[in-house]
Nanobody, 115 residues
Framework: QVQLVESGGGLVQAGGSLRLSCAAS????????MGWYRQAPGKQHELVAS???????NYADSVKGRFTISIDNAKNTVYLNMNSLKPEDTNVYLC?????????WGQGTQVTVSS
């Protein structure tokens, strides 16, 4: 089992920045990728950004150039630096960790961007 604890959400004005963190514990040796998702209208979750242990990244088109994902493998922690935030980025951001056989989710952290 893997447990995920997120932090760093909050309220920020449009154009501002936030940094989300997600620390994994438990069977972390099984994790091969981590990422951030958010809820989308009519969908369960949409990918915001993901990163593998070796640093390969993937971003949603809507955040490219504004968000940067990084991973500290020694700390089993993934970070999401969010710049130039827009009101449409307001959402609950969920941390995800994947192994070959399972996916794990955090509780979510609220990000609110005011206009």
């Amino acid at each position: 089992q893997v447990q995920l604890v997120e932090s760093g959400g909050g309220l920020v004005q449009a154009g501002g920045s936030l940094r989300l963190s997600c620390a994994a514990s438990g069977s972390t040796v099984s994790i091969n990728a981590m990422g951030w998702y958010r809820q989308a209208p009519g969908k369960q979750h949409e990918l915001v950004a993901s990163i593998t242990r070796d640093g390969s990244t993937n971003y949603a088109d809507s955040v490219k150039g504004r968000f940067t994902i990084s991973i500290d493998n020694a700390k089993n922690t993934v970070y999401l630096n969010m710049n130039s935030l827009k009101p449409e980025d307001t959402n609950v951001y969920l941390c995800n960790a994947r192994s070959h056989v399972a996916a794990y989710w955090g509780q979510g952290t609220q990000v609110t961007v005011s206009s």
